[in-house]
């Protein structure tokens, strides 16, 4: 039985890609982002919109 923190089952729960070993390079699934500024709003309004279901990160 594995022994991990809370942000190691994060990872693991969204990893796509890779394996969970520090300092190697891996893959993950992004529930949401955050926009920073007045300009991130205005591309979601537009992409909202458009009818957009998904869009990349």
Same mark, same amino acid.
């Given at each position: *039985? ?8 994060? @990872?693991?729960?969204? !990893? $796509?890609?890779?394996? *969970? ?8 699934? @992004?529930?949401?982002? !955050? $926009? ?22």
């Amino acid at each position: *039985m594995e022994n991990l923190n809370v942000t190691q089952k994060l @990872i693991k729960s969204h !990893l $796509l890609k890779g394996e *969970m070993i520090p300092g190697k390079e891996i893959g993950i699934k @992004i529930d949401q982002a !955050l $926009l920073q500024d007045a300009t991130g709003t205005l591309v979601q309004l537009e992409l909202e919109a458009m009818s957009l279901k998904k869009s990349k990160d």
